[in-house]
């Protein structure tokens, strides 16, 4: 299994997950509010701070994957041409141009609607 701490607190983070879940055809991810305490118990060395910085993916060995690499980790397990799209990560350049996208989105993640659109100004909360 590989288990995705993501802000469900987040419009877009949800709605990100949502579509997670619908891509995922190997039966392996498990999406975990990082707001569920119950849930986020199963992972005590992940500090809070860290976790509402960028989505997390932690292996059944204690790997623990950040931002665009956890997306990564996401494609990488699964089945067939879908799994195929992880070797974009080892595209020279790519991993760099990834994980500097997922920063600059996710650090303005509470100013876009679930779709990633910004919201207007008066929106913001």
């Known amino acids: 299994m590989l288990a995705i701490l993501y802000d469900g607190g ?3 983070c949800r709605t990100s997950m949502q579509a997670i879940e619908r ?5 392996k991810i498990e999406p ?5 305490p119950a849930a986020r118990a199963k992972f005590p060395s992940l500090e809070m701070t860290d976790l509402l910085e960028e ?9 623990v994957y950040r931002g665009a690499r956890a997306i990564n980790e996401i494609l990488r397990r699964q089945p067939g041409i879908k799994g195929w799209l992880a070797y974009a990560w080892y595209i020279p ?3 760099w141009l990834a994980e500097w996208q997922y ?4 650090a303005s ?3 876009r609607d679930a779709s ?3 919201l207007p100004a008066s929106d913001h909360h």
């Open 10 to 12: 987040c419009e877009m």
């Open 23 to 27: 891509f995922d055809s190997s039966g």
């Open 32 to 36: 975990i509010d990082l707001h569920n």
């Open 55 to 63: 989505l997390h993916a932690v292996d059944d060995q204690g790997n």
């Open 93 to 95: 350049g790519y991993a």
């Open 103 to 106: 920063k600059r989105i996710a």
């Open 109 to 111: 993640r509470y100013q």
């Open 116 to 118: 990633g659109r910004r």
